[in-house]
């Protein structure tokens, strides 16, 4: 009973945690407390969670390795834009059209997870993160020379540029190739954003705690116990794999929808190994340290700038710094006898 | 006590020997002329077989005789080269692993393969998955389905460990057990998924005399209450001899002998491949 209780408390300490996140730093900003350049992170650090808790249930509890996460999120970024865009019209009421766009780009995203893993999650070993990492650069390319505009006709596309499609005089080019996507709309909110965390842990620890849940880990502990216990292994594999990109796909379109301009070069390789930065220091397999991760790791850069030249160099540092003590055996001993003094009079139910 | 499972061992139609009480039954599982080869190595060659239902038959044989490729080859972890396996009459030509757990064959493994990082709760419930009716959605949104077949998943899974007294176990990591302990789990986890044919590959490897002695009438125990026939490979002699009801020994790949354990202990030929040939004097 012990341990069914602590991993739901656990879950309702994780949904705490984002909820007094929220209050936090609403409190501060409403206050004025906040600078400009730190309140606009807000959203970024939003969406850098979801990419984290996303990429975690592939790499942590499916067992498998994604280097492309960045792609999924530029199409559900860039889908999630021409929604808004094209609904303009239609909705609008933004926190609506925002809600829209980011069911389309989770939508689109799941299903560029399902054309990737039909053939790759058959196989066995590291091939996802090869076809992966191929996937993110050529989302990339193409989104690179993508043009998208819409006008009374409805949408129109073209691979090679602007003029081509044929446009009515009143047009909006939502798209424009390497530029990406100029004048977007900012409609995303902070608290959209903690609401799209929720949801995304709210799925996330659900279905770890399921079936479904139970055999995606069984898979990734024992592949051929796994088999011989009646497991579909290529269904499961596809369910964390497709719910991940759903989840990476929405939080594109959750960060797309912050900025008036968004470029794919934005999405790209560095981006998919830093997501796989706040997984590894957050730890593997844990939802709590990957939040805790991406938001710190999100604003140090910013709050590293009084280092001005030296910014990255303090960065890398800190990363192998934390990397030292998290993994260090002398260093965790000392952090459970700090944790135990810390709650020394709740010994008892600690241990 | 052993009298009691002397059994007369009749022919059948079908390739093998089986206990007279089985022969009104129609076979649970019958392999004709199985086989395999990796490149130009015959593993397992003309592997003929039958198993009656409730029959409890032990799989004997020198080390690197085949059997546990017998084994992989009936839940098809290796796709035999020739020869049919009849599951209840079905052919399970064409199937997977998954596919021939769901007809009704599981498995232990002689290595043994837990899922290490699970509760032992956990693991017995992996193995209900076939048996537990709730899909993602349910699962995602805690519908009342998903918290009544959880509850009855839970039920199931305790009842189960309960046949080797280990429910106060249920929340320990599956690793960290003691190794009989992973051994009794992995036949719990196997019967979870609600076999026609229970496949034990060395169950009582690692275990003491009395561990052993436990096992034996667990064994029992359970072909008794869930009438289900039991193929077991063993090198503990006393075990085999005293649960098995028929006994076929392995050798170079290929069936050297059948019959019951009296048979068995004073056939030559296995004799022979246990302990080489008799010099004549």
Redesign the interface.
Known sequence: MKKGSKRASGAFLNYGIVIVFYIVFQILSSTGHLSSSFSGQLIPICTYVIMALSLNLVVGFSGELSLGHAGFMSVGAFSGVIASVALQNYVTVSSVRLFLAILVGAAIAAIAGIVIGVPVLRLQGDYLAIVTLAFGEIIKNILNCLYVAVDKNGLHFSMTDATSMNLEPENVVILNGPMGALGVKKISTFLSGIILILVVLFIIQNLVNSRSGRAIAGIRDNRIAAEACGIQITKYKMMAFVTSAAMAGSAGALYALNFSTVVPKKFDFNTSILILVFVVLGGIGNLRGSIIAAAILTVLPELLRQFQDYRMLVYAIVLIMVMLITNNEKAQALRQRFIKTLFKNKKKEAV | MAKEHEVKLVSVESPNLIPERDKQYPLVLEVSHLGIDFGGLTAVDEFNMALGKTEICGLIGPNGAGKTTVFNLL?K?YQPTRGTILLDGKDTHGM???KV??AGI??T?QNI???????VE?NV???L??H?N???M?????LPK?WK??KR?HEKAMELLSIFDMEHLA?DEAGSLPYGAQRRLEIC??L??GPKVLLLDEPAAGMNPSETAELMDNIRKIRDTFHISILLIEHDMNLVMGICESIVVLNFGKIIAKGTPSEIQNNPQVIEAYLGKQREV
């Open positions: 839940t972890v997977n692993t998954t757990n769901q599981a498995r493994f393969r837990l899922f290490d990082k699970l509760s956990d419930k992996i193995g998955h076939n537990i709730y899909g993602m349910n699962g995602v949104l805690r998903y077949e959880e998943a929340k986890r196997a979870a998924t």
